[in-house]
């Protein structure tokens, strides 16, 4: 069993940034794959960035390119997201996903693969 904690979310205006944190742990605290989907209401959920974190590749959605980043932190078992720029389309609950399969790069986004999913922390944006 791994869980899953997101924390970092809150209320910004246009154009600020919020950095969100996502933390594995349990039995198998180490992943192989996790990603940070988004869900808001009157819309399908949207895999924003993904990370190989064996290896580091990362993969993003198109409408967060050249905005957020993802990255490792010194712990293996944890991820961040780095959003500049903010817009109000970026409202959204965005939650944290991991698996041990060791996903293609371009398969990190799509949710169907993960084990296991966090709660989600909200970013309001304006």
């Known amino acids: 069993h791994v869980q899953l904690v997101e924390s970092g979310g809150g209320s910004v205006q246009a154009g600020g940034s919020l950095r969100l944190s996502c933390a594995a742990s349990?039995?198998?605290?180490?992943?192989?794959?996790m990603a940070w989907f988004r869900q808001a209401p009157g819309k399908q959920r949207e895999g924003v960035a993904g990370?190989?974190?064996?290896?580091?590749?990362?993969y993003y959605a198109d409408s967060v390119k050249d905005r957020f980043t993802i990255s490792q932190g010194n712990a293996k078992n944890t991820v961040y997201l780095q959003m500049n720029n903010l817009q109000p389309e970026d409202t959204a609950m965005y939650v944290c996903?991991?698996?041990?399969?060791?996903?293609?790069?371009?398969?990190?986004?799509?949710?169907?693969?993960?084990?296991?999913w966090g709660q989600g922390t909200q970013v309001t944006v304006s």
């Open positions: 990370m190989r974190t064996d290896d580091g590749s990362t």
């Open positions: 349990g039995s198998t605290a180490y992943t192989n794959s």
């Open positions: 996903a991991a698996t041990l399969v060791k996903l293609r790069v371009r398969s990190l986004l799509s949710g169907g693969p993960y084990d296991y």
